[in-house]
């Protein structure tokens, strides 16, 4: 069975500080896939990044970025510089391609001004 | 527009009074999904479709039906809705059912069942 774990409910921070959310997963499949999406007070699921078991490559996107760590089943997400429309739940999700997309309970980040 | 969209976004409804929540997508993907978001529970997946006439369970199937008589179209059917299916529901699709293909998502249906 798949899981994945966020552990962090909520996340307060001011605006321009650094805030990393965290993603841990489980699977038995060696080929997989990680997914960030982050859903705004409006409601919709955005799509962040994608991410397959075989490509550990960090990655940075303006002021986002990723750490995938294979050794300790992580995908973590990182904001530097937050800003007040930063704040939304965010996502994690895995699947191992035909299975269902397992998706973690969410993280809430409330950037204040 | 690439894009998936859901209909109707926001409903309020009565017990066992049968409805249907429409998602259609444009993008001629071959595989589509429903989710339903409650609080403290994440997104479980209802049911999915890897293509046309295709369907099966996920996580929660219980008191859904779905069709997918169209590649672009995967009702949701509520036959009798009762309180417990209340929730937010999003439609989802990808150009194909394996390879851990990215899911994009409709905009979401709040339903009250009363």
């Known amino acids: 069975a798949q899981k994945v774990t966020q552990a962090q409910t909520e996340i307060s921070v001011v605006e321009k500080e650094d805030v990393t959310l965290d993603c841990v997963y489980e699977?038995?499949?060696?080929?997989?896939?990680l997914f960030w999406y982050k859903q705004p007070p409006s409601g919709e699921l955005v799509f962040l990044i994608r991410?397959?078991?075989?490509?550990?490559q960090n990655e940075i996107s303006g002021r986002y970025s990723w750490n995938f760590q294979k050794s300790t089943s992580s995908f973590n997400f990182t904001i530097t510089a937050s800003q007040v429309v930063d704040s939304a739940v965010y996502f994690c999700a895995l699947t191992s391609g035909y299975s269902t997309l397992t998706f973690g309970k969410g993280t809430m980040l409330l950037v204040s001004p | 527009e690439a894009q998936v969209t859901q209909n109707p976004r926001y409903l309020i409804t009565v017990t066992g009074k049968k409805l249907t929540v429409t998602c259609s997508q444009n993008?001629?993907?071959?595989?589509m999904s429903w989710y339903r978001q409650d609080p403290g529970l994440g997104l479980r997946q209802i049911y999915y479709?890897?293509?046309?006439?295709?369907?099966d369970k996920g996580d929660v199937p219980e008191g859904y039906k779905v069709s997918r008589k169209e590649k672009r179209n995967f009702p949701l059917i509520l036959e009798s809705p009762s309180p417990n299916q209340t929730s937010l529901y999003f439609c989802?699709?990808?150009?194909?059912?394996?390879?851990?293909?990215?899911?994009?998502f409709g905009p979401g249906t709040r339903l009250l069942v009363l």
């Open positions: 993008m001629n993907h071959e595989y």
């Open positions: 699977t038995r499949d060696t080929t997989y896939y």
């Open positions: 991410r397959n078991s075989f490509d550990e």
């Open positions: 989802a699709s990808s150009l194909l059912a394996s390879g851990g293909e990215t899911q994009y």
């Open positions: 479709s890897m293509n046309v006439e295709v369907t």
